[in-house]
């Protein structure tokens, strides 16, 4: 019996068990050594067991838990809550579960599938970057809207008073007649009217044909008594001011911009300058989010428009193709060739570009500009200077013939390059290249290219002209002393070589050979006799020897000689004075 803590019996029995060795020795001692314990069927131990367990000295694995038993509570008092808690066995263990100091499997899975998730979102972060890149392209390729004086004409519409419409003492009042519904067609031509008359959806016609009317004759004499009222007539009043404020700020800014477009046919550099940037601005209205602001300085000496236009960040191409995912779990990035990314920025480029001329080519309607000169300039806030990328020198007849890309069929689309074309193939950098343009072959190495004009005074030096400007300085200031029929044989940076013929009676008859040369040194007499060469073999009259430096002693004895008299020389204080004489606008000096 069990007792409770006050010494009372708690009516519960307790069995008292022979400890498992003596069922060994009975079951021994009746011969039954080979024959399997009856218990082991129910506890899973063998009849088999060790010497030295129990009386008989052979010891018994029944002692020993063996921890197959659920009830048993194991070496350390643990029972089976314990175990299970402490892990699987060595038996449990499967794919699931790593061994001692193996890694998991399913964990390595896990991982590897994540890394590749990772990959294929950042190739389509890269993938983002150059559909951008692709939709830039073509936006900058789309034809640029003419901003002339035409255009920007503004046109006043008069808008009539709310109110107003027939007049309140002539409108008539609304009569029953109008608004009266039909009545219903009788299914029997000899039933009587009123019979009619008793259809019900001709009755609901009828009621809301008896409301509008009433609500129409409350409104017309509601107009009528108000017509005469001071508050009507103080709004009358307003909105006639107001319109004829409107009309008055239209005509002052037709007004404005006519004086505009005489101040531009005067080529005064202020309003040439205003239209260009008007123009260039609203050619930017297409790729908004890619700033590449341009300026613009006329030059009224040359009549040329140098125009500055600031170049998109190198970052803007992608400098990836996308992610690979190593064998070992890193994720690499698959870089471009170098060269298909400068290919790709400077296509770019070349579509600004052309951009830039369509839209100054396309507003110059009067034809006051003799030619354009742009320069693209990378503005990197690392490096103090600017760097050229790109430099164009157009006259008004190269202009004339670029136009940009189509907009429907901008690009070569093949399965191997996507909507990229090939470099010699792209159409804007062929006619970028057709113009003379002077291209860098490497923008990420920093590679520049020599402008063919600076944007700087609008009365600048020799030296500062493009070869374009220096052309179209000789010729205005020849043919405005008689020679006509020009023709440009040779020309370079330095100078050109023409011919003209110029009329009798003027400061410079008969046929010419024309040696024109911006130098900073002087000019010996070798050029003279070559000079002397070319008159004679063009069958001409005169040569005559420009440059903008001076000649030595020896050219100036070598044309006093008789044998050299045709020959014609001015130096640069006499290229000053024509300018001054003929152009109004002396050349700085330092040329």
Avoid at 192 to 216: F, K
Avoid at 331 to 343: C, N, Q, S
Avoid at 350 to 375: F, H, K, M, S, W
């Amino acid at each position: 019996m069990q007792y409770s803590a006050d010494g009372q019996s708690d009516g519960t029995a307790t069995v008292q068990f022979p400890r498992p060795g003596f069922l060994a020795s009975v079951f021994r001692d009746l011969g039954a050594e080979d024959e399997q314990d009856p218990d082991a069927a129910v506890t899973g131990r063998s009849s088999g067991g060790k010497a030295g367990d129990g009386p008989s000295g052979s010891d018994r694995s029944d002692d020993v838990p063996t921890g197959n038993d659920p009830s048993d509570p194991g070496p350390d008092g643990a029972g089976p809550a314990r175990r299970e808690a402490a892990g699987p066995g060595p038996a449990d263990r499967g794919a699931g579960h790593p061994g001692p100091g193996g890694a998991d499997p399913d964990e390595a899975v896990a991982a590897h599938a994540r890394a590749a998730a990772l990959t294929h979102h950042r190739t389509l972060a890269v993938q983002s970057e150059h559909d951008r890149l692709a939709d830039l392209l073509r936006r900058a390729a789309l034809p640029v809207s003419a901003m002339d004086f035409e255009s920007q004409l503004r046109h006043y519409q008069p808008r009539p008073y709310p109110a107003d419409g027939p007049g309140a003492a002539d409108e008539p009042e609304p009569r029953w007649e109008d608004f009266a519904p039909a009545e219903p067609p009788a299914a029997d031509p000899e039933s009587a009217p009123s019979r009619r008359l008793l259809d019900s959806g001709y009755q609901r016609e009828l009621a809301q044909a008896r409301l509008t009317h009433q609500r129409a004759l409350r409104e017309w004499r509601t107009r009528r008594a108000g017509a005469g009222s001071p508050a009507v007539d103080e709004s009358r009043r307003a909105h006639e001011a107001a319109e004829e404020a409107r009309a008055r700020a239209v005509r002052e800014y037709n007004e404005s911009l006519e004086e505009c477009r005489r101040a531009y046919r005067l080529a005064e550099p202020a309003a040439v300058e205003s239209l260009l940037e008007r123009a260039l601005a609203a050619a930017e209205t297409a790729t908004q989010d890619l700033p590449a602001p341009c300026r613009a300085v006329f030059r009224p000496l040359t009549r040329t428009a140098v125009l500055d236009l600031d170049l998109p960040p190198l970052e803007l191409v992608p400098s990836l193709t996308g992610y690979r995912l190593a064998p070992d779990g890193d994720i690499l990035p698959v870089p471009r060739p170098p060269a298909d990314r400068a290919t790709d920025y400077l296509r770019l480029v070349a579509r600004l570009a052309l951009r830039a001329l369509q839209a100054a080519d396309a507003v110059d309607t009067d034809e006051i500009l003799a030619g354009v000169v742009l320069n693209g300039w990378l503005r990197d806030p690392a490096t103090a200077e600017p760097l050229c990328l790109v430099s164009v020198d157009a006259d008004r007849d190269a202009l004339a013939r670029t136009r940009l890309l189509p907009p429907g069929t901008p690009y070569e689309e093949r399965d191997d390059e996507g909507v990229y074309a090939d470099a010699e193939q792209d159409e804007a950098l062929v006619r970028l290249r057709q113009l003379g343009a002077a291209v860098t072959p490497d923008p990420y190495d920093r590679v520049g290219v020599q402008p063919a004009a600076q944007a700087g005074a609008t009365v600048p030096a020799a030296s500062d002209l493009s070869a374009n400007e220096f052309a179209q300085l000789v010729r205005d200031l020849l043919t405005r002393g008689g020679i006509a029929q020009w023709s440009v044989r040779l020309r370079g940076p330095a100078g050109l070589v023409a011919t003209g013929d110029g009329a009798p009676g003027t400061a410079l008859p008969g046929r010419w050979v024309v040696w024109a040369s911006r130098d900073t040194g002087p000019i010996g007499a070798e050029q003279i006799e070559t000079l002397a060469e070319a008159v004679g073999e063009e069958s001409a009259e005169r040569g005559l020897r420009l440059t903008t430096g001076r000649f030595t002693e020896e050219v100036l004895d070598l044309t006093a000689e008789e044998s050299h008299r045709h020959i014609h020389l001015i130096d640069g204080d006499g290229v000053r004075e024509l300018a001054h004489t003929h152009l109004g606008l002396p050349l700085a000096t330092g040329g």
